[in-house]
């Protein structure tokens, strides 16, 4: 059985988190700041309005998290994000086309 979504992005962002941590900071663990950021986008994930029906965050129509947070995510995607192919080739590719695909299904025609 697998994971739901909101679950999985979870898990996700902690290894994307970790990957800036232990690379772009040379952090021998994660250290509070990262520890912090995971904390604080996890418990948005468990509270967003759309449940497992959520799009990517960069496409919602709610902004949840608050500006410093959202900036500090989006600094460790750009870093960790083409790094997540040669870590865990899979799992960049499964999230690559789910964000795609997502994306795709709810254009306007």
């Given at each position: 059985m697998s994971a739901g979504k909101i679950e999985e992005e979870?898990?996700?962002l902690a290894v994307?988190?970790?990957?800036?941590?232990?690379k772009k900071e040379k952090n021998p663990v994660i250290c509070a700041d990262c520890r912090e950021l995971i904390e604080y986008a996890q418990a948005r994930?468990?509270?967003?309005?759309?449940?497992?029906?959520?799009?990517a965050c960069k496409k919602c129509s709610i902004h949840?998290?608050?500006p410093e947070m959202k900036e500090?995510?989006?600094?460790?995607?750009r870093y960790a994000?083409?790094?997540m192919f040669?870590?865990?080739p899979r799992k960049?590719?499964?999230h690559y086309l789910c964000i795609t695909c997502c994306f795709q299904s709810r254009k306007v025609k």
């Open positions: 979870k898990n996700l994307m988190v970790s990957i800036y941590c232990r994930l468990d509270h967003c309005p759309f449940g497992e029906a959520k799009p949840c998290y608050k500090r995510v989006k600094t460790v995607m994000g083409p790094r040669l870590l865990f960049a590719l499964m």
